[in-house]
């Protein structure tokens, strides 16, 4: 049989053993088509409801709320989808990269201390006039059901809804009471004007929150002046000229720019003392001169500084000696003149120095 003959007669059994073996493969094979009933069909469809969850993000965000958010998300995510942050937020005391739950609570904290609703974040009850004096302000927490209905938008109903709530309540003082207070009276503007600049922040973040526009919330500093014409803001403010009081333990604007110096110079670089004692007759010195110091140098560390204070002092001392007729002030001004040029040389410092010298 030729060579060519042999080769098809071989490709033809291949061929008929592939035909035949992918027949009985076909034909032995089971249905594997899956069966879905409706049962799985409703666990497919809870576990894809599943992958999403549902939090209440409140505080200091931007559009606090109920927020839905992937399973998988973070409290990062969750801020946001609020806005992000407010200014006022504490950012230091949430840990944004907590993993969220299902119907979890985020409360975002205030940097400052009015964080709470019965802290207080304006005092309401000091330092505003009475109504029975002059000004045309009316005090909220004292006022009478007729002081109130004098109001402009304020009718006899509301002046007694504020009588009765400030019986059950007390004053209006705390964040909830504000926020009742800008409730009942629905003001077109609001002006805080007692307490700390930062209070003033903080009451203008809470009437933000209770719906009053930005451009509708005005924040004065000191010596500002904002006027109203026909129940509208005058965009232009009038700047009063004035000084800063200093307030002192008891004394009110007593306090002088030398004394004000000498407390930073303290806080700086401390305070250095050398006491001197002297024979009053000879100008010797008879006891061992003390130097002592606060916030000036580690004593540890720098003992040689101290030790050249008190050389240079007891030899300004001496100098008495060889003239008894020196005046004991201009011995005190050379004794810090010198010991000043060797201290801020050596150290680049400027304490407080005071020489003390004591004859007996």
Do not use: W
Not at 289 to 317: A, H, M, P, W
């Amino acid at each position: 049989m030729p060579m060519y003959k042999k080769s098809l007669l071989v490709l033809f059994c291949i061929a008929l053993f592939a035909s035949v073996s992918t027949f009985y493969y076909l034909y032995t094979q089971e249905d594997t088509t899956p069966i879905i009933t409706d049962n799985m069909q409703t666990q497919t469809q809870d576990k894809q409801e599943d992958t999403t969850i549902t939090v209440y993000v409140s505080g200091e965000v931007n559009s606090p709320g109920l927020v839905e958010l992937p399973s998988d998300s973070r409290i990062a995510d969750a801020i946001k989808a609020c806005g992000d942050f407010t200014p006022l937020a504490d950012k230091t005391k949430i840990n944004l990269a907590q993993k969220l739950t299902d119907g979890m609570q985020i409360q975002v904290s205030s940097k400052t201390p009015v964080n709470n609703s019965n802290e207080q974040v304006n005092d309401t009850n000091s330092n505003i006039p009475n109504n029975n004096s002059s000004s045309n302000l009316i005090n909220i927490n004292t006022a009478t059901k007729e002081d109130l209905d004098t109001l402009p938008g304020i009718g006899p109903a509301t002046a007694q809804k504020i009588i009765d709530y400030r019986q059950e309540h007390g004053n209006f003082s705390s964040i909830e009471d504000i926020k009742v207070f800008i409730q009942l009276f629905n003001p077109k503007y609001y002006v805080p004007i007692k307490g700390e600049y930062r209070r003033f922040v903080a009451n203008a973040h809470i009437a933000n929150e209770m719906g009053i526009d930005n451009d509708h919330i005005v924040i004065l500093d000191n010596g500002e002046k904002c006027t109203f014409e026909n129940g509208q803001l005058d965009e232009n403010r009038e700047v009063i000229e004035i000084e800063d009081v200093m307030i002192d333990g008891i004394g009110v604007g007593d306090v002088g720019e030398k004394v004000i110096d000498d407390r930073i110079q303290l806080s700086n670089d401390g305070i250095v003392v050398v006491g001197v004692t002297i024979d009053s007759r000879t100008k010797e010195i008879i006891a061992q001169t003390d130097c002592q110091t606060r916030g000036f140098v580690y004593l540890k560390d720098s003992g040689y500084v101290i030790k050249e204070i008190i050389n240079i002092c007891e030899g300004v001392v001496s100098k008495l000696k060889d003239d008894p007729q020196m005046d004991v002030q201009d011995i005190r001004n050379e004794m810090k003149e010198l010991s000043m040029r060797y201290i801020m040389k050596e150290t680049g410092k400027k304490p407080v120095f005071i020489g003390v010298v004591v004859e007996i």
